[in-house]
């Protein structure tokens, strides 16, 4: 490549070779932009990305060097002289004016330098040149393409706005790699070059084409795991109660269908299978290594797999990050060589891994996993001990169980990846206690919930975790909000409890597919009936009127004393086969969308005999239509109902009624279209960061005083009510005047709460009024027009420390924390999420006219909505901004009071998904 005089200086320009590329959002769960990054390849494999050091100045010249002469000249457009100044170029990142990334593996223990890339700024400073070479061995697996993304945000968070690359005409696979990163191109041939232009701003197509690779990469980095052909279980020991030694026997006792290998000390025999001293003693490649040592062991050993060749680690053993100081950098250490390898980590501290597709089941539970057609991935392995016993007991299967433990590595993001393409899997159960990367959780989930049901159960409901917070919106936001919205948003089925998550798990593993809230019940106890209706009430079920001829129907085979409303009471007296012919009228009834049979033992008939009866009248019937059934015995559930297709079983109507709405609660998301995040117009993003930028020049946390505050939030667009700033009794009569009686008067003091702390006089009539209310706030005083009519409603942000901005919207006024009710949505938020938003809950019924009042325009709701959600994400330092109230009128809405706090950006963690 020719000399370059964009920067002012004679410096050989960067390499242009480009290649294929995924991203960072596989990368590391808990890490946002650092300076090193490991990123997951198309293949699979994992790449370590850093910016290269003075030290890497021989390496990176060995790397030029071994390039073919076709990558070499497509680098450069021509044969340079590979000496000192190329490698200057990559060198001393600052990341505002240049910036380079080194991408390596480890190779018989040694790093390997397989890719460089880097920036530098133009004298255009919204452009940036960018170039990258990748080692021949290595094109064609994804490295250019994510040293490209990762250099993009670098960039993009200095400032940079677009790439510019120049290519030999007949370099196709460079062109190509450009198109495919889902960037906006632009050509244009100057001197026998291709000049390459595109934002890097992340569009909605490169997310698209993003989360495609990321997909790819991620499921490929998985297989090892549920497609093993070999394990080794390194600490397996000869002893009887031994965690290494009880789960090798469970391999061998699950009858897995590949081939196992005990590793110990010794070299021992386990359960009659030849051990080996050493996983380097192995003859043929194993697929994963199951580690069960003392923790000051783990890393040792996991070294000798890695060198082996292993590529899937599952460590069992405990002593990491959940012990403290000393146990979080032994973790740190195990991550940093499992991805220097290229390899993927399940634990540490877990419970293993059950595969039902190649019968394996490497966890040292004491009961086997039932097979069957749900994925369960549990945080805890305790509670996915308990999760395994219900589920036995239920008659649930297991397509898969994962106890990810403390997640270094492999985490549920990841698992719903694989499981979303995997056909063995139906549904999906999760039991968080944390996100890593919460909006990377969302944007997988949200598609992965369209195809499959995603069950969770998040512990961590309680407010003692709730951070103290001065804002109503704030206040309102408690430490549960932020995973409730998560969840909402992303049609994530949340349950209060493990019997409920059992529950739910069973009505889906049983093929149930709800079309709507409409449910039939059928009993022959008349409480029982009227205990399972005020249930369904509950849980926004309905009971409709049953249709004519089911009304007809039910009359032949029922005695006169029966009830054939609904519920259905079949009264103490009904048999095996009354249940047999009434269910089936039930299920052909078009106004019913479900069925729920409950059953109390009489002498008429057993609960065998019911449970048989229902099963036989569901199959003879062919509905889809989900049954439950609720059998109270002392015998406990009847064994015919354990996994009986289209029948679920409970153990109380309350139950059964609960898994139902949750069903409705999806079947009424999946009818949600999906929406799209809005462009906004009239949104002046320099002059917003300005303001906050002034107000942190001296603080690390601040409220806006009401001058800045009116500034930032009119930079947004978002409407206010006219007001003027006085500081003397004159100043306030002029603005009264200028504004127009009645007027408001209130303390200007920054982030006061002016209803509380007398800072607020309303309706002032005339001069008179102005003056005493002047008198007594005490100057500065805000001057506003009195606005009346309408509904009082609350809006506003707040920076969740790991979900990011969160978005409130409720009732409003002084009892806005008294009545609650407000709803919460993670940023960013589509146009169907504003307007659930803005419809839902008591707000709702606010906006939509309560009790007579005009309804109100709910276009500009929605549109204040997402101004609110925009300005969250693009302000991370917004730590908490209220807009209380806000007056919901039928033509418009106004905000007549606002409070924003701005922080450090530095102690506000965004959980960007980069």
Same mark, same amino acid.
């Given at each position: 490549?020719?000399?370059?005089?964009?920067?002012?200086?004679?410096?050989?320009?960067?390499?242009?070779?480009?290649?294929?590329?995924?991203?960072?959002?596989?990368?590391?769960?808990?890490?946002?932009?650092?300076?090193?990054?490991?990123v997951?390849?198309?293949?699979?494999?994992?790449?370590?990305?850093?910016?290269?050091?003075?030290?890497?100045?021989?390496?990176?010249?060995?790397?030029?060097?071994?390039?073919?002469?076709?990558?070499?000249y497509?680098?450069?457009?021509?044969?340079?002289?590979?000496?000192?100044?190329?490698?200057?170029?990559?060198?001393?990142?600052?990341?505002?004016?240049?910036?380079?990334?080194?991408?390596?593996?480890?190779?018989d223990?040694?790093?390997?330098?397989?890719?460089?890339?880097?920036?530098?700024?133009?004298?255009?400073?919204?452009?940036?040149?960018?170039?990258?070479?990748?080692?021949?061995?290595?094109?064609?697996?994804?490295?250019?393409?994510?040293?490209?993304?990762?250099?993009?945000?670098?960039?993009?968070?200095?400032?940079?706005?677009?790439?510019?690359?120049?290519?030999?005409?007949?370099?196709?696979?460079?062109?190509?790699?450009?198109?495919?990163?889902?960037?906006?191109?632009?050509?244009?041939l100057?001197?026998?070059?291709?000049?390459?232009?595109?934002?890097i701003?992340?569009?909605?197509?490169?997310?698209?084409?993003?989360?495609?690779?990321?997909?790819?990469?991620?499921?490929a980095?998985?297989?090892?795991?549920?497609?093993?052909?070999?394990?080794?279980?390194?600490?397996?020991?000869?002893?009887?109660?031994?965690?290494?030694?009880?789960?090798?026997?469970?391999?061998?006792e699950?009858?897995?269908?590949?081939?196992?290998?005990?590793?110990?000390?010794?070299?021992?025999?386990?359960?009659g299978?030849?051990?080996?001293?050493?996983?380097?003693e192995?003859?043929?490649?194993?697929?994963?290594?199951?580690?069960?040592?003392?923790?000051?062991?783990?890393?040792e050993?996991?070294e000798?797999?890695?060198?082996?060749?292993?590529?899937?680690?599952v460590?069992?053993?405990?002593?990491?990050?959940?012990t403290?100081?000393?146990?979080?950098?032994?973790?740190?250490?195990?991550?940093?060589?499992?991805?220097?390898?290229?390899?993927?980590?399940?634990?540490?501290?877990?419970?293993?891994?059950?595969?039902?597709?190649?019968?394996?089941?490497?966890?040292?539970?004491?009961?086997?996993?039932?097979?069957?057609?749900i994925?369960?991935?549990?945080?805890? %392995?305790? $509670?996915?001990?308990?999760?395994? &016993? +219900? #589920?036995?007991?239920?008659?649930?299967? !297991?397509? @898969?169980?994962?106890?990810?433990?403390?997640?270094?590595?492999?985490?549920?993001?990841?698992?719903?990846?694989?499981?979303?393409?995997?056909?063995?899997?139906?549904?999906?159960?999760?039991?968080?206690?944390?996100?890593?990367?919460?909006?990377?959780?969302?944007?997988?989930?949200?598609?992965?919930?369209?195809?499959?049901?995603?069950?969770?159960?998040?512990?961590?409901?309680?407010?003692?975790?709730?951070?103290?917070?001065s804002?109503?919106?704030?206040?309102?936001?408690?430490?549960?909000?932020?995973?409730?919205?998560?969840?909402?948003?992303?049609?994530?089925?949340?349950?209060?409890?493990?019997?409920?998550?059992?529950d739910?798990?069973?009505?889906?593993?049983?093929?149930?597919?709800?079309?709507?809230?409409?449910?039939?019940?059928?009993?022959?106890?008349?409480?029982? %009936?009227? $205990?399972?209706?005020?249930?369904? &009430? +509950? #849980?926004?079920?309905?009971?409709?009127? !049953?249709? @004519?001829?089911?009304?007809?129907?039910?009359?032949?085979?029922?005695?006169?004393?029966?009830?054939?409303?609904?519920?259905?009471d079949?009264?103490?007296?009904?048999?095996?086969?009354?249940?047999?012919?009434?269910?089936?009228?039930?299920?052909?009834?078009?106004?019913?969308?479900?069925?729920?049979?409950?059953?109390?033992?009489?002498?008429?008939?057993t609960?065998?005999?019911?449970?048989?009866?229902?099963?036989?009248?569901?199959g003879?019937?062919?509905?889809?239509?989900?049954?439950?059934?609720?059998?109270?015995?002392?015998?406990?559930?009847?064994?015919?109902?354990?996994?009986?297709?289209?029948?679920?079983?409970?153990?109380?109507?309350?139950?059964?009624?609960?898994?139902?709405?949750?069903?409705?609660?999806?079947?009424?998301?999946?009818?949600?279209?999906?929406?799209?995040?809005?462009a906004l117009d009239?949104?002046?993003?320099?002059?917003?960061?300005?303001?906050?930028?002034?107000?942190?020049?001296e603080?690390?946390?601040?409220?806006?005083?009401?001058?800045?505050?009116?500034?930032?939030?009119?930079?947004?667009?978002?409407?206010?009510?006219?007001?003027?700033?006085?500081?003397?009794?004159?100043?306030a009569?002029?603005?009264?005047?200028?504004?127009?009686?009645?007027?408001?008067?209130?303390?200007?003091?920054?982030?006061?709460?002016?209803?509380?702390?007398?800072?607020?006089a309303?309706?002032?009539?005339?001069?008179?009024?102005?003056?005493?209310?002047?008198?007594?706030?005490?100057?500065?005083?805000?001057?506003?027009?009195?606005?009346?009519?309408?509904a009082?409603?609350?809006?506003?942000?707040?920076?969740?420390?790991?979900?990011?901005?969160?978005?409130?919207?409720?009732?409003?006024?002084?009892?806005?924390e008294?009545?609650?009710?407000?709803?919460?949505?993670?940023?960013?938020?589509?146009?169907?999420?504003?307007?659930?938003?803005?419809?839902?809950?008591?707000?709702?019924?606010?906006?939509?006219?309560?009790?007579?009042?005009?309804?109100?325009?709910?276009?500009?709701?929605?549109?204040?909505?997402?101004?609110?959600?925009?300005?969250?994400?693009?302000?991370?330092?917004?730590?908490?901004?209220?807009l209380?109230?806000?007056?919901?009128?039928?033509?418009?809405?106004?905000?007549?009071?606002?409070?924003?706090?701005?922080?450090?950006?530095?102690?506000?963690?965004?959980?960007?998904?980069?």
């Amino acid at each position: 490549m020719r000399f370059c005089d964009r920067h002012g200086c004679n410096a050989p320009p960067a390499p242009t070779c480009f290649e294929a590329m995924a991203s960072q959002p596989v990368a590391r769960e808990n890490a946002h932009v650092a300076d090193v990054v490991d990123v997951i390849l198309r293949d699979g494999s994992t790449l370590r990305l850093r910016p290269p050091a003075r030290g890497d100045a021989e390496a990176i010249l060995d790397f030029f060097r071994t390039l073919s002469k076709q990558s070499l000249y497509m680098r450069f457009h021509g044969f340079p002289s590979l000496g000192p100044e190329i490698v200057e170029q990559v060198l001393d990142s600052d990341w505002a004016e240049r910036g380079a990334l080194l991408g390596s593996f480890v190779e018989d223990g040694t790093e390997r330098v397989v890719a460089i890339g880097n920036y530098s700024r133009l004298r255009d400073p919204s452009a940036a040149e960018a170039a990258f070479a990748v080692a021949d061995a290595y094109q064609r697996r994804g490295v250019g393409t994510r040293l490209v993304e990762q250099l993009a945000e670098r960039a993009a968070r200095h400032g940079i706005e677009r790439f510019v690359a120049e290519v030999l005409p007949d370099n196709r696979r460079m062109v190509n790699v450009f198109e495919a990163l889902g960037f906006e191109l632009t050509r244009e041939l100057e001197g026998g070059e291709l000049e390459i232009t595109f934002p890097i701003e992340r569009t909605e197509r490169f997310e698209q084409l993003l989360a495609e690779r990321d997909h790819v990469a991620v499921t490929a980095s998985l297989r090892p795991f549920f497609e093993p052909r070999s394990v080794a279980v390194i600490g397996a020991s000869r002893r009887r109660g031994t965690i290494g030694g009880e789960l090798f026997r469970n391999v061998i006792e699950g009858d897995f269908q590949g081939v196992v290998y005990p590793v110990n000390r010794d070299g021992n025999s386990v359960a009659g299978v030849r051990g080996y001293r050493s996983i380097d003693e192995i003859p043929d490649p194993v697929d994963v290594a199951v580690v069960c040592v003392p923790a000051a062991g783990v890393i040792e050993a996991a070294e000798q797999a890695l060198r082996h060749g292993v590529r899937a680690l599952v460590v069992i053993s405990a002593g990491f990050a959940e012990t403290g100081s000393d146990g979080i950098d032994r973790q740190e250490r195990l991550l940093a060589l499992v991805r220097a390898h290229g390899a993927r980590l399940i634990g540490p501290n877990c419970l293993g891994i059950s595969v039902a597709g190649v019968s394996l089941n490497a966890t040292f539970a004491s009961r086997a996993t039932p097979s069957g057609n749900i994925g369960f991935s549990s945080q805890s %392995g305790a $509670l996915g001990l308990a999760l395994l &016993e +219900a #589920a036995a007991t239920r008659g649930l299967g !297991l397509s @898969a169980f994962v106890s990810i433990g403390n997640k270094a590595d492999v985490s549920t993001n990841d698992l719903l990846e694989w499981w979303e393409e995997d056909a063995a899997t139906e549904a999906i159960l999760l039991y968080v206690e944390s996100f890593g990367n919460p909006r990377r959780f969302g944007r997988i989930a949200r598609r992965v919930a369209r195809r499959k049901p995603i069950l969770a159960l998040k512990s961590g409901r309680s407010k003692s975790g709730q951070r103290a917070a001065s804002s109503h919106t704030a206040a309102l936001a408690g430490s549960d909000t932020a995973a409730d919205a998560l969840f909402h948003q992303a049609g994530v089925i949340r349950a209060d409890t493990l019997e409920e998550l059992v529950d739910v798990a069973t009505l889906f593993s049983s093929g149930a597919r709800l079309g709507g809230r409409s449910v039939g019940l059928v009993t022959n106890a008349g409480g029982l %009936g009227i $205990l399972c209706a005020d249930a369904c &009430e +509950a #849980a926004g079920l309905e009971l409709p009127a !049953l249709g @004519a001829d089911t009304v007809a129907a039910l009359r032949r085979v029922l005695p006169a004393e029966a009830s054939v409303a609904n519920p259905v009471d079949m009264l103490g007296g009904a048999t095996a086969e009354t249940y047999a012919s009434v269910l089936p009228h039930l299920l052909a009834d078009p106004h019913l969308s479900a069925c729920i049979v409950l059953f109390v033992p009489a002498v008429s008939s057993t609960a065998e005999e019911v449970a048989s009866a229902v099963v036989e009248a569901v199959g003879r019937a062919g509905s889809d239509k989900p049954v439950l059934a609720v059998i109270m015995s002392s015998e406990g559930t009847p064994a015919v109902l354990c996994g009986a297709p289209g029948v679920a079983s409970f153990a109380y109507p309350e139950s059964a009624a609960r898994a139902l709405g949750r069903i409705a609660d999806r079947a009424a998301w999946l009818r949600r279209p999906q929406g799209a995040v809005p462009a906004l117009d009239r949104i002046d993003h320099v002059r917003a960061e300005a303001v906050v930028d002034s107000a942190l020049a001296e603080t690390d946390d601040a409220w806006l005083g009401p001058a800045a505050t009116r500034e930032l939030l009119a930079a947004y667009g978002l409407p206010l009510v006219p007001e003027r700033v006085a500081t003397t009794v004159a100043e306030a009569l002029a603005a009264a005047r200028e504004l127009g009686f009645p007027a408001v008067v209130k303390t200007a003091a920054p982030g006061a709460h002016k209803t509380e702390t007398g800072g607020i006089a309303l309706d002032l009539a005339d001069e008179e009024a102005v003056v005493a209310a002047v008198a007594r706030i005490g100057p500065p005083v805000i001057v506003q027009p009195m606005l009346s009519g309408g509904a009082e409603l609350l809006a506003g942000v707040v920076q969740d420390t790991v979900f990011g901005p969160l978005v409130a919207f409720g009732p409003g006024g002084v009892f806005a924390e008294l009545i609650g009710q407000a709803a919460f949505r993670i940023a960013p938020l589509t146009d169907v999420d504003a307007g659930d938003l803005v419809d839902g809950g008591k707000a709702g019924r606010l906006v939509a006219g309560f009790r007579g009042a005009p309804a109100a325009d709910r276009a500009a709701l929605v549109d204040l909505v997402l101004r609110l959600a925009r300005l969250g994400e693009d302000l991370p330092a917004v730590a908490e901004l209220d807009l209380n109230p806000v007056l919901a009128l039928p033509d418009r809405c106004v905000a007549v009071d606002a409070r924003v706090r701005v922080r450090t950006p530095d102690e506000v963690v965004r959980a960007k998904s980069w």
